[in-house]
Structure formats: C-alpha cells, structure tokens
C-alpha cells in the first residue's frame, strides 16, 4: 500500500471548516487504501506562543477531533508529533540542507511574519516548512493530503529530497501532493477573496466545528453572497456563492451541477437556510462524539501512545539510515 502522512496544529482547540474539508476528510477516505500516518503537530504550534495548560488540552482535544471525524486507530497510525523524537532530530538535519534563500521564499512564512513583525517572528516560523520536510520524509510518505496552502511546503520537500538523494545516496521517497481540486481552498464566510483561517479570518468568516450549532448556523445564514440573485457556481465572479455551493456539495455528496439544478429560480437565502441545516446536521453529532473521546482521557491518551509506538518504528529506521548516510560514527 502507498503511504501518505499528514498533520493538523492544535492550536484553536476547534478545526475549522477549511481544516476539514481541505484536509482531513481525505485523511479519513485514505485510510482505507493507504498506509496512513496522521499526527497532531505540537512542534509545529510552538513556532507562536502558545499557553501550556491550553496547548496540551488543545492536543487532545485535536486527537478526539480526528477521532469523531472518522480516523480509525485500527486502520491508521495516529499521533502526537512530540511523541516522536525523530521529527526534531531529523529536522535539524533537513536546516542543512536547505538553503537560505530557498526557505526565504515560502510565501505562507513572508505573510505570517509581515503580520506579525520582525521583533514577534521566531526562528520556529522560518524554520516551520523544514520540520515539516522532516516530517513527510521520515516516513517516506508517497502523497501528503492537504490544503493548497501547503503546496510550495510539498514543493520544497520535494526539491530537499531530491538534493539530499543526489549528495547521499538514494534515501527519501519523493512525496506527491494530494489536493483535491473542489476543496483545495474553502474561503471565508465574510471575504471570499481569503481563504478560510483561524489568523485571517474575522469570527463571522470563520466556521469552528465544535462551536454552537445555532451559532454556526447564524453565520452561514449571515455570509457574504454577490451581486446577482442566481445560484450558478463561478469562482470568478461570484465567489462568495460558489465557496457556498462547495460546502453544500462536499457535506452532502451532490455534485454542484445538482445543486445549481435544485437552486434554478431560487434566491440566496433559501440556498443559505439549507444550507445552515446542513451545517447544523453536520457538527451536531460531530461535536458529541468529539466531547465523548475527550470523557475518556485514558483511552484517547492510550490510542495516542499506540500510535506513537508504530510511528516511531518507522521514523527510527529512517533517522538510521540518514545518519548513517550523513557519515555520523555510530553510538556503540
Ligand atoms: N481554508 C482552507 N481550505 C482548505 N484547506 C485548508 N487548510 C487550512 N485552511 C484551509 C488545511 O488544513 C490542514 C491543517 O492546517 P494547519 O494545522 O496547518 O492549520 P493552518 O494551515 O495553520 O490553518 P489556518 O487556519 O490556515 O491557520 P493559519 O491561520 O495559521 O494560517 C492543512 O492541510 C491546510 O492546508
């Protein structure tokens, strides 16, 4: 089976809309024909200050997250990043081989530090797209399923790989990006022209799944539409309609061709009212059985160390060998 690996931070306790759609609910559908590593990235959160009572219920609660949105701990390896020593280690090794310029480049590094500014930016945010190269190549990941904000960070794990293989010795597994083109990049409620994200985005634009029902529903029912009364999916010139159509079609397996069917004649707010029930159809279950796994700490904490367990075997072997290639003299 090919494998694939892939990570979510556990930063703002709840997913969002964009997490889910863009990426985990290929996590789960991937399970089933591959040998699937998902991981909560603690490592990853601390690149911002991050309070540590918070991050280490934020990391359950990202697990129990994964749990209720359908990974299956018997059929996938699901971890925490931390749990495995070997990200860190063989990241250190991946900052070697990166160039300056080449991490310099990563457009999701340059907006976050602009908004941050220089005095607030730590080492971690630029050095981030690395560990995450170490992350995909420690398990010789075949795909890496995510949102196409992550595509340049697949790019440069690509191109590290391939230069580590040059200089080395083959090594690595050149890892694909796996993107699904529909929910590649699902924009928020307010400003369709952004993407959807727990930084940019305002309250209102930003849908968290384990928020109220009737407050999500509040915010579908109150999000931006455009010019124009007909429901037609066009990204161009009607984005804050079609990002709805997305949303609609994905969490309700219609094809948007359907949908456009059903709405012909219709206005925006009877699309919309649909639209919020879905919603609340959706998280309604989805948030009760996140609170069950989280009733049951010892459990989801065992799950997690299992995971750990299987992760760790593979990215130990990895490390050995990129040890050894490196020239490193062997503890005896
Ligand atoms: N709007 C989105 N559409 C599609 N996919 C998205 N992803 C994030 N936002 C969207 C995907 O979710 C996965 C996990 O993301 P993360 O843990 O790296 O979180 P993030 O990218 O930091 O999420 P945000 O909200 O986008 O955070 P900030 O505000 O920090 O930029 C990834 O596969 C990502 O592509």
Not at 92 to 99: A, E, F, L, S, Y
Not at 192 to 204: D, F, W, Y
Not at 315 to 322: I, P, V
């Amino acid at each position: 089976r090919p494998r694939v690996l892939s990570g979510i931070q556990p930063t703002a306790g709840s997913f969002h809309l964009g997490n889910y759609l863009g990426a985990v609910r290929q996590w789960v559908a991937l399970q089933e024909s591959h040998d699937a590593f998902y991981m909560v990235v603690d490592l990853h959160a601390i690149t911002v200050p991050q309070d540590p009572a918070e991050l280490r219920q934020n990391t359950r609660i990202a697990a129990a997250q994964l749990l209720a949105a359908g990974l299956d701990p018997e059929r996938c390896t699901l971890f925490v990043q931390s749990h495995v020593p070997e990200h860190a280690q063989l990241a250190w090794v991946m900052n070697c081989v990166t160039g300056f310029g080449e991490a310099s480049r990563m457009t999701q590094f340059k907006d976050k530090s602009a908004k941050q500014g220089a005095d607030r930016t730590t080492v971690g945010l630029f050095t981030y797209p690395i560990l995450q190269v170490a992350d995909i190549l420690l398990y010789q990941a075949d795909a890496v399923p995510v949102g196409e904000d992550q595509r340049q960070h697949i790019e440069l794990t690509r191109d590290i790989a391939e230069r580590f293989n040059g200089r080395y010795g083959e090594t690595y597994t050149l890892p694909a990006p796996y993107i699904l083109k529909e929910t590649a990049k699902i924009y928020d409620l307010q400003d369709p022209s952004i993407k959807m994200s727990k930084s940019a985005s305002s309250p209102k634009g930003l849908i968290n799944l384990l928020d109220e029902p009737k407050a999500t529903a509040k915010k579908i029912k109150s999000a931006v539409t455009d010019t124009g009364t007909e429901i037609r999916f066009d990204a161009e010139n009607k984005p804050g309609v079609s990002n709805l159509l997305t949303i609609y079609a994905t969490l309700t397996g219609t094809s948007v061709p359907d949908l456009e069917r059903q709405y012909e004649g219709k206005m925006y707010g009877a699309l919309k009212t649909d639209l919020a029930q879905v919603m609340v159809d959706f998280v309604t279950p989805f948030r009760d059985r996140t609170q069950a796994y989280l009733d049951d700490p010892e459990t989801l904490d065992a799950v997690l160390a299992k995971g750990a367990e299987k992760a760790r075997a593979v990215a130990a072997e990895t490390l050995a060998t990129t040890y050894d290639r490196l020239g490193f003299l062997p503890a005896k």
